[in-house]
Nanobody, 123 residues
Framework: QVQLVESGGGLVQAGGSLRLSCAASGRTFSNYAMGWFRQAPGKEREFVGANNRSGGSTYYADSVKGRFTISRDNAKNTMYLQMNSLKSEDTAVYYC????????????????WGQGTQVTVSS
């Protein structure tokens, strides 16, 4: 079992930045590829990006590529999502996830979820 707790969400103006954190406890953090998903009101949960177990490989959804950066610190059991140039369409609840398969973007393949943190971008 892995427990995941997100933090760092909030209200920001369009064009601004936020950094989300995901703190993990339980099983060894470095055993898991990790990812971020988000869910806007009335929409399905969607993949944002993922980071492999070592942190040496990362990939993103096209909608955030070039604006968002995922990193992790295995010594601190923590993953981060740096979000720059935020847009109103980035408004959503953001979820941290421990992945069953690094290359999968499907929510169904997530092993463990955090509780989510709200990000609201005002235009």
């Amino acid at each position: 079992q892995v427990q995941l707790v997100e933090s760092g969400g909030g209200l920001v103006q369009a064009g601004g930045s936020l950094r989300l954190s995901c703190a993990a406890s339980g099983r060894t953090f470095s055993n898991y590829a990790m990812g971020w998903f988000r869910q806007a009101p009335g929409k399905e949960r969607e993949f944002v990006g993922a980071n492999n177990r070592s942190g040496g490989s990362t990939y993103y959804a096209d909608s955030v590529k070039g604006r968002f950066t995922i990193s992790r610190d295995n010594a601190k059991n923590t993953m981060y999502l740096q979000m720059n140039s935020l847009k109103s369409e980035d408004t959503a609840v953001y979820y941290c996830a421990a992945l069953g398969v690094y290359s999968s973007r499907r929510a169904e393949d997530v092993r463990y979820w955090g509780q989510g943190t709200q990000v609201t971008v005002s235009s």
